[in-house]
T-cell receptor
Framework: QKEVEQNSGPLSVPEGAIASLNCTYSDRGSQSFFWYRQYSGKSPELIMF????GDKEDGRFTAQLNKASQYVSLLIRDSQPSDSATYLC??????????FGKGNQVVVIP | DTAVSQTPKYLVTQMGNDKSIKCEQNLGHDTMYWYKQDSKKFLKIMFS???????INETVPNRFSPKSPDKAHLNLHINSLELGDSAVYFCASSQRHTDQPQHFGDGTRLSIL
């Protein structure tokens, strides 16, 4: 089983709608969770991080953790064309390694 | 001010050559990393240094040798380059290890001819 899985294919959302991304993780002891945005040809850029003690909202972004089901989600409200990118989920695997998912591509349609 | 800077941005070279990539961070972080992102965009840890000490050494060919002269610098030297080494290599840094966010450099796109 992969450490971090992001299984959804490309996600197309109309401008102004909510984009919802999930990732599942295998290490139940994971304590910190990160979402990165990566534009094509650019480096990963941190947009949100949460610890196991709770969810977090920052502007149009909300990160939520479901420890029982071992998944973390990212909601993007009022999606904008500039949100079109690949979103990488990363989880502290508890073995001193940050494990990344393969990413989900989001396309916001004007 | 660039927080994590890598040089060069692009590296095109022939099989068998030896090359180095340099990384510097001015964030005051004590941990630095090297990642490889392949053509399928999967980001995989290669090495991690904390205060100049190697703490992660993933299953990477020993042709890859990291060096950290101080906690603000982490360089990557690659010997005898192979076609499969073509990828984007990212340097990153964080304050403390793993439970703090990592900040990435712009990447070095390595192409082997």
């Amino acid at each position: 089983q992969k450490e971090v899985e992001q299984n959804s294919g490309p996600l197309s959302v109309p401008e102004g709608a909510i984009a919802s991304l999930n990732c599942t993780y295998s290490d139940r002891g994971s304590q910190s969770f990160f979402w990165y945005r990566q534009y094509s040809g650019k480096s990963p850029e941190l947009i949100m991080f949460i610890y196991s003690n709770g969810d977090k909202e920052d502007g149009r972004f909300t990160a939520q953790l479901n420890k029982a089901s071992q998944y973390v989600s990212l909601l993007i409200r009022d999606s904008q064309p500039s949100d079109s990118a690949t979103y990488l989920c990363a989880v502290n695997g508890g073995n001193n390694r940050l494990a990344f998912g393969k990413g989900n591509q989001v396309v916001v349609i004007p | 001010d660039t927080a994590v800077s890598q040089t060069p941005k692009y590296l095109v070279t022939q099989m068998g050559n030896d090359k180095s990539i340099k990384c510097e961070q001015n964030l005051g972080h004590d941990t630095m990393y090297w990642y490889k992102q392949d053509s399928k965009k999967f980001l995989k840890i290669m090495f991690s240094y904390n205060n100049k000490e190697l703490i992660i050494n993933e299953t990477v060919p020993n042709r890859f040798s990291p060096k950290s002269p101080d906690k603000a610098h982490l360089n990557l030297h690659i010997n005898s380059l192979e076609l499969g080494d073509s990828a984007v290599y990212f340097c990153a840094s964080s304050q403390r290890h793993t439970d703090q966010p990592q900040h990435f450099g712009d990447g070095t796109r390595l192409s082997i001819l």
